[in-house]
């Protein structure tokens, strides 16, 4: 028999789906777990009430202690030994601690009035340990008796903070004589908390400045230099500037993080502390300097609204955001514009020493961005110091940078080389490099502005070999800049972007009035243009921007396949090359063939017309028009009650119906009446006989420019009703004007160039270099003033004031109003004279009838189409740009209906037409196309196609036309003689239609 002992394992079958094994001792860890963290939470409560419970032991011990201490004072306060004193004072801190915070503002400021009396009765020393203690604790009521939450009101808690200052300046002057070592951190910061919080006196102000700096070497940097911002100054300190000098270099000169307008105020009151009457030293142009790197904003003055425009570019980002300021803080800044502050940077700038250069560029070029109304005296006195930009011209063309961008063969630097480059010369040597080139680039732009074309490349300034030097390498980087949109290579690059930029298109307009760069030299070398994508991309951003406005007014809707396609071409994803090349056509137009230019704008009107054509959803069939019945003896008048209402329903088709003095004019309008219409309401709108005298001719070339007089009338308040009808005129003129444009009308009529400058850019003012072109022996007589003495000024007893005639009576106008009249003209100012008296002419006297004037051509073309020609190029645009006719090219584009090509009569033609003069031509265009030039394309880009159609053998007849068709229809004369005879009289017959 065989034993066994202990448990035989039995097959369990869990039918309950109990949890056991493993699974029950999860659970039991989980709970211990669990009971663990609660008897630490609970042993950690225990801990904490303990604390709790001490630290109100002590907090009630030490009060009760400050209470029998105040409770002893009040029966005995009398200190008769220097250890009674001593004790004093400790327990004062003890008191001002633990008794202070619990009391109503009577009991404080009888204790801190009794601390006074002490601290004036005492003869005995303080040691320095006991001092600084002291200190801190007067230096803690100030900060407690400084903040919003106390009890206190604003009068109560102004009264207790002057108690407390008093004190310390008391155990300043009397128990520190020999300087203890100061260590009392955190009571600059509340000095500083009570002068910016509370509006206090000035004495009470100037008394906590000085503490503040008193206690500058025992507190910290940061809480120290608010002190800079927040108070008022209101002259110079010697002291104080010695501390801030030391304390500035201590931290090299590194500031801690303000708002913008902090570091402006800090910078004003720096140049009160300062003061005129010492040199600024190398510390101080260093603390300078920090305070400018730090502004990172325009300044503006309150109440000032007319505050110079960045018009080229309105940057985004933090250095286009305006900090207005006080007049006061503005009148301060100035101390860096003036010449003494100027000069003394310009010392620095042409120092051996690299270090005090390169502190000098940055100086300089932060002075010309950061107050835009002073800009021009940086500018100024740069361009008036001898050799300056001489200097400035070597500096840049030695440095490695300039000789990779003046390389041949490249129209831009790639991304990699200038990597490269960047990277082996280092940070510091590139900053300094652009500095250089943005500091000179601005004072060249001011100079270009201010001098006459007469003395631009005279003196000691850039010579014309210097200029193009220049401008090889201003070629490249501007284009570098479009390719490269990024701001790593290039230290505040939208600045230099910005002036460079302009200064190319500056010196662009220049070689345009002085022709001293090749014909070809704008042309890029490598850089190649696709106008269809170009067009395409355009066309693209414009639908964007028509969409987006139809979307605010609600008005368009599309619903016509091809407007679809239209619209689809703004999903294109245009590339970072495409979007450079759209940007140089905006702000760089002039590296593209001007053909090409022509070419974008007609398809950008061709895109508007189809769009506006399809803006009436129900006009499936017929194009709708507005017509006008216009008679010819009131064409004029006519045409602007018909359509200067209109606004842009003037972009319609319209039809026009002519009356004669024997009525009705024979012809259907098929686009020819509209041309001869157009025509004639410019000639007769701009001619300077027509009774309203809307515009005036220049003397010397007769070239049209809006009349003066309008200005001058509303200036004066003469008739001021009519003058109101003339700018309505003028208004509808531009959109005639715009008109010719949409329908590629050519019209024979010269623009004053200054005239034409408000066309390319609204903002653009003219200078002195434009007043040539509006009287060329007032230019001239002006330039003589420039090389008179003094005395010879004076015989002249001219002042900043201009007679004019209006209605044949003299008026005087103020050049520098209101006091103009008082400030006579002499060496020292006659440079600004001209250029107030050239601004007059120029601008101030049209500015009003050319607004009028661009509102209705805009109105019809948009103004960044015209922003894509200078104003000799829209001369072209306007009237067509050949002096002569190019009959090769005539005869290559023209259709023939009943004739061939070497028929007798049309060989007869050709030959007529290549004996005629170039007057004879235009006449003989005008009469087929109503238009007197040639089209600007050339005759392959007429639509449709000029025509000649044999009209017949009869020898008797004369030729005739269909302007709508530009077909010329001319019998088969088959007799040069009769033929040239015929054509002469047809083509000098002023009868309008009636040979159609």
């Known amino acids: 028999m065989i034993n066994f002992s202990g448990s035989t394992k039995k097959r369990v079958v869990n039918l309950g789906n109990r949890r056991s094994g493993t699974l029950a001792s999860g659970n039991f860890l989980e709970r211990s777990r669990l009971q663990r963290l609660e008897k630490e939470e609970l042993r950690n409560r225990i801990r904490a009430t303990e604390v709790l419970q001490c630290h109100i032991r002590r907090y009630l011990e030490l009060t009760r202690y400050a209470d029998s201490i105040v409770v002893e004072w009040s029966d005995n306060n009398v200190i008769k030994t220097e250890r009674q004193w001593i004790d004093w004072l400790r327990r004062f801190k003890m008191v001002a601690k633990w008794y202070f915070p619990r009391q109503d503002f009577i009991t404080v400021s009888q204790l801190l009035r009794a601390f006074r009396n002490h601290l004036e009765d005492s003869n005995w020393p303080i040691l320095e340990v006991l001092f600084n203690s002291v200190m801190q604790t007067l230096g803690w009521l100030l900060e407690r008796y400084s903040q919003e939450r106390q009890k206190f009101n604003i009068e109560e808690k102004v009264v207790i903070n002057n108690q407390i200052i008093g004190c310390i300046t008391l155990l300043l002057h009397k128990f520190n004589p020999n300087g203890y070592n100061l260590d009392v951190p955190g009571i600059s910061s509340a000095l500083c908390d009570y002068i910016e919080r509370f509006d206090i006196s000035e004495s009470e102000q100037n008394q906590a400045v000085d503490l503040v700096f008193t206690f500058a070497y025992s507190d910290r940097f940061d809480n120290f230099i608010k002190v800079l911002e927040i108070a008022k100054y209101h002259s110079s300190n010697f002291s104080y500037l010695q501390i801030i000098q030391t304390l500035m270099s201590r931290n090299d000169f590194q500031l801690p993080e303000f708002e913008q307008i902090s570091y402006v105020k800090m910078l004003s009151n720096f140049l009160v502390i300062h003061g005129g009457e010492i040199e600024f030293s190398p510390e101080d142009f260093r603390i300078i300097n920090s ?26 980002g933090k250095w286009r955001r305006y900090v207005y300021v006080e007049s006061e803080i503005s009148s301060q800044l100035e101390i860096l514009y003036s010449s003494k502050f100027v000069r003394n940077v310009i010392d620095l700038l042409t120092d051996y020493d690299i270090q005090f250069r390169d502190l000098a560029l940055k100086i300089l070029a932060k002075l010309v961005s950061m107050y835009p109304p002073l800009k021009g005296k940086i500018c100024m006195l740069i361009s008036i110091t001898p050799n300056s930009y001489t200097w400035f011209f070597d500096s840049i063309r030695r440095d490695p940078l300039f000789k990779l961008f003046t390389s041949k063969g490249i129209d831009y630097v790639k991304r990699d080389q200038l990597q490269q480059l960047s990277s082996k010369l280092g940070e510091s040597s590139v900053e300094s490099f652009w500095n250089t080139v943005f500091l000179f680039e601005e004072s060249y732009s001011y100079w270009l502005i201010v001098s006459n074309d007469l003395e631009s490349f005279s003196d000691d300034k ?19 800049l479009i390719f490269i949109n990024d701001g790593k290579y290039f230290p505040s690059y939208s600045k230099l972007k910005r002036i460079s930029l302009a200064l190319l298109n500056q010196l662009y307009l220049k070689n345009l009035r002085m022709n001293f760069l090749a014909k070809d030299y704008w042309i890029p070398k490598e850089l190649v243009f696709s106008i269809e994508i170009l067009i395409r991309y355009v066309s693209a951003d414009e639908e964007r921007k028509f969409e987006e406005e139809a979307q605010q007014d609600d008005e368009v809707d599309y619903m016509f396949e091809d407007d679809l396609q239209l619209r689809h071409t703004k999903k294109l994803i245009a590339t970072p090359d495409i979007l450079a090349k759209v940007e140089i056509l905006k702000k760089l137009p002039y590296f593209i063939a001007f053909k090409d230019r022509v070419r974008i704008f007609q398809a950008l009107i061709e895109l508007d017309r189809k769009r506006f054509s399809n803006r009436n959803p129900f006009a499936f069939e017929y194009e709708s028009r507005i017509s006008a019945n216009i008679r010819r003896d009131h064409l004029l008048v006519d045409a602007f009650e018909q359509f200067s209402k209109s606004a842009s329903a003037f972009k319609k088709k ?15 309008d098929g686009g020819g009446i509209t041309k001869e219409f157009l025509t004639s309401v410019v000639k007769e709108g701009f001619s300077p006989d027509n009774e ?9 070339h007769n070239q049209v420019y809006p009349n003066e007089n309008i200005y001058q009338n509303l200036k004066l308040g003469v008739n001021s009703e009519l003058q109101q009808i003339k700018l309505a005129y003028l208004r509808f003129l531009g959109m005639v004007i715009g008109k010719c444009f949409f329908e590629n009308v050519l019209v024979d009529i010269s623009f004053a160039p200054f005239f034409l400058n408000k066309w390319c850019s609204d903002n653009m003012k003219n200078s002195i270099n434009d007043l040539s072109y509006l009287d060329n ?6 330039m003589k003033l420039t090389r008179m003495s003094d005395e010879e000024l004076e015989a002249l007893d001219l002042n900043f004031t201009i007679d004019e005639k209006v209605s044949g009576k003299t008026f005087v106008f103020d050049l520098m109003p209101p006091h103009g009249h008082d400030v006579q003209v002499t060496s020292s100012n006659v440079l600004n004279y001209i250029h107030q008296l050239s601004n007059f002419k120029l601008n101030q006297s049209l500015r009003i009838q050319t607004k009028y004037f661009l509102e209705g051509l805009f109105s019809m073309i948009n103004a960044n189409w015209l922003s894509m020609f200078d104003g000799f190029e829209l001369q072209m645009l306007i009237s067509g740009g050949e002096s002569d006719v190019n009959i090769e090219d005539w005869k290559d584009n023209v259709e023939y209906g009943g004739y061939l090509e070497n028929d007798l009569s049309v060989q007869y033609f050709w030959e007529i037409v290549g004996e005629m003069t170039a007057e004879e031509r235009f006449k003989l265009i005008k009469f087929v196309t ?27 007849r004369l030729p005739t036309a269909s302007t709508c068709v530009n077909l010329l229809k001319l019998p088969d004369y088959r007799n040069k003689k009769i033929m040239r005879e015929k054509l002469l009289y047809a083509i000098n017959t002023e009868s309008g239609f009636d040979l159609s």
Do not use: H
Not at 931 to 955: D, H, K, M, T, Y
């Open 291 to 316: 305070l400018l790197e730090n502004i990172k904003c325009v300044i503006g003055v309150q109440g000032e609204t007319d505050m110079e425009e960045d018009t080229e570019e309105v940057e985004t």
């Open 462 to 480: 850039l010579s014309i070999e210097e200029t193009k030097q220049f401008l090889d390498f201003l070629k490249i980087l501007c284009l570098t």
């Open 654 to 668: 319209i039809s026009v119906v002519f009356f004669n003095e024997w009525g009705q004019e024979a012809g259907i």
């Open 692 to 700: 309203l005298r809307l515009f005036k001719e220049t003397y010397s």
């Open 777 to 782: 022996e007032l230019f001239v007589n002006l």
């Open 930 to 956: 109503s238009v007197s030039r040639a089209p600007l394309l050339g005759f392959g880009s007429l639509s449709p196609r000029f025509g000649i159609r044999n009209s017949g053998s009869e020898a008797t």
